[in-house]
């Protein structure tokens, strides 16, 4: 079982990834791709792509859709 999400938001170190919030209030694993950086309110952050997987996630890849925008793909093995 896993859930897909888009447009995910978190700083640009890494911290307050919401696709993680989600994850952990649920008791799933998470995996984040991230698309592209932006400013909001004057800090750095990224938004891009998220999955969350009742099992483990063993990796992930990131897939660039587009040379003309800022499209992402997610890619993960999940384990059993």
Known sequence: ???ALQEVIQDIDGRN???EMIGLAIGYHFAYGET???NIDG???SWG???LSKHPILDTEV???SKLETR???R???SE
């Open 1 to 3: 079982i896993f859930i």
């Open 17 to 19: 990834n919401r696709a």
């Open 36 to 38: 592209a950086h932006f």
């Open 43 to 45: 800090s750095l952050a």
């Open 49 to 51: 792509n998220a999955i």
């Open 63 to 65: 897939y660039p859709l």
């Open 72 to 74: 992402t793909a997610l």
């Open 76 to 78: 993960c093995s999940i």
